[in-house]
């Protein structure tokens, strides 16, 4: 879910041409997880192939990125999570929960036949395997579009990408890059422009947007590893927030006490034990250097076989997908896309 920062965001509004020329590290997961909940029948189900694996996310992966690619011009490196920290186990319990949920109430509108409460329930029980993830990955080396493995968190691999330079900014719709310290964060990288609220069962408007981090620091008036212990306060995947403390109330006790260490004991005495280790985490990620940001070789044949003949893909579809991408190369020509996904920004 990440951390909450809405209330005291400082974004630009953008549209995907702004990105034109533009490397991003893009958070894979949470990327795929946008199209597992979407891409559904009427009723709620996912896509999937004649082997009854899924393939919704692998429909997303494959129309939105060479799109984004063709249309748009960005360079995408995608950034898979590693292994979470143990101090993320509640929050993926949390997660869990809330899936089973969602999963009973999905099977109880479908036998009431109350379709459209069925697919707003139906968006909010997935879940992405390590099968699925494989076939992600394995999408994208057939594609020839690179991707990284996290050591732990995605967004601070991105982030970390970002600060030395290998892309221009890190791409999520969580806030937490911010924490890991991206220089820039881009958020709705969405072709559609809407976004799917299931408590609601409406779709709302949705636009590309942009935070600056040090612009965002300067607006509110503190630094990096003040804006962490305002998220410690505020809650985090790795700690449960002070209850009746939100951004704002957060962003406030921080500017006037400084650090946690200095807050009076009334308060003090409800900060979680780890916030230290929780700091750390942001701070001090664990994150690699071994990192490719070149494209590779476009293997049509194998991706025709891999999407079409195992994965049950139309042909055609999958064709103007990979003449899309062929485009994307042409307009540079191989050597020289290389040249520009590999050089800094």
């Known amino acids: 879910m990440g951390v909450n920062l809405t209330p005291i965001m400082a974004k630009h509004e953008i549209r995907l041409m702004d990105l034109e020329g533009r490397k991003l590290a893009v958070d894979a997961n949470n990327y795929l997880y946008q199209f597992l909940a979407l891409i559904r029948?009427?009723?709620?189900?996912?896509?999937?192939?004649?082997?009854?694996?899924?393939?919704?996310?692998?429909?997303?992966?494959?129309?939105?990125?060479?799109?984004?690619?063709s249309d748009y011009g960005m360079g995408l490196v995608f950034v898979f999570d590693g292994k979470p920290s143990v101090y993320k186990q509640q929050e993926i319990e949390k997660r869990r929960e809330l899936r089973e949920k969602a999963t009973k109430e999905?099977?109880?509108?479908?036998?009431?036949?109350?379709?459209?409460?069925?697919?707003?329930?139906?968006?909010?029980?997935?879940?992405?395997t390590q099968p699925m993830i494989q076939d992600a990955k394995k999408l994208l080396d057939l594609l020839g579009i690179p991707h990284?493995?996290?050591?732990?968190?995605?967004?601070?691999?991105?982030?970390?990408?970002?600060?030395?330079?290998?892309?221009?900014?890190?791409?999520?719709?969580?806030?937490?890059?911010?924490?890991?310290?991206?220089?820039r964060l881009v958020r709705y990288l969405t072709i559609s422009g809407k976004e799917f609220l299931p408590?609601?069962?409406?779709?709302?408007?949705?636009?590309?947007?942009?935070?600056?981090?040090?612009?965002?620091?300067?607006?509110?008036?503190?630094?990096r590893e003040q804006l962490v212990d305002v998220a410690?306060?505020?809650?985090?995947?790795?700690?449960?927030?002070?209850?009746?403390?939100?951004?704002k109330t957060a962003l406030r006790i921080i500017r006037k006490h400084g650090a946690i260490?200095?807050?009076?004991?009334?308060?003090?005495?409800r900060v979680p034990s780890h916030?230290?280790?929780?700091?750390?985490?942001?701070?001090?990620?664990?994150?690699?250097a071994k990192h490719v940001t070149g494209y590779g070789r476009l293997r049509e044949d194998e991706l025709?076989?891999?999407?079409?003949?195992?994965?049950?893909?139309?042909?055609?579809?999958?064709g103007k997908a990979v003449e899309r991408l062929k485009g994307s190369r042409e307009k540079m020509g191989q050597s020289e896309l290389g040249e520009w996904l590999a050089a800094p920004p």
């Open 304 to 318: 025709y076989a891999f999407l079409c003949e195992q994965k049950g893909f139309a042909r055609d579809r999958v």
């Open 199 to 223: 408590s609601k069962m409406v779709s709302r408007p949705l636009k590309p947007e942009i935070i600056v981090l040090k612009e965002f620091l300067d607006k509110i008036g503190i630094t």
């Open 106 to 128: 999905w099977q109880e509108a479908l036998t009431a036949g109350d379709y459209a409460k069925a697919f707003s329930k139906a968006v909010m029980t997935s879940r992405l």
């Open 232 to 247: 410690i306060l505020a809650g985090t995947d790795f700690n449960e927030g002070i209850r009746g403390i939100g951004p």
């Open 148 to 183: 990284v493995q996290a050591s732990s968190e995605a967004e601070a691999q991105a982030a970390y990408m970002a600060m030395r330079g290998d892309v221009w900014a890190s791409s999520s719709r969580d806030y937490d890059s911010l924490l890991f310290g991206t220089p």
């Open 275 to 288: 916030y230290n280790e929780v700091r750390r985490l942001f701070l001090k990620p664990e994150v690699t």
């Open 41 to 69: 029948t009427p009723e709620g189900f996912p896509l999937q192939g004649p082997d009854g694996s899924m393939t919704s996310h692998l429909a997303g992966l494959l129309y939105r990125t060479t799109r984004l690619l």
């Open 261 to 269: 260490e200095n807050l009076p004991d009334d308060i003090g005495r």
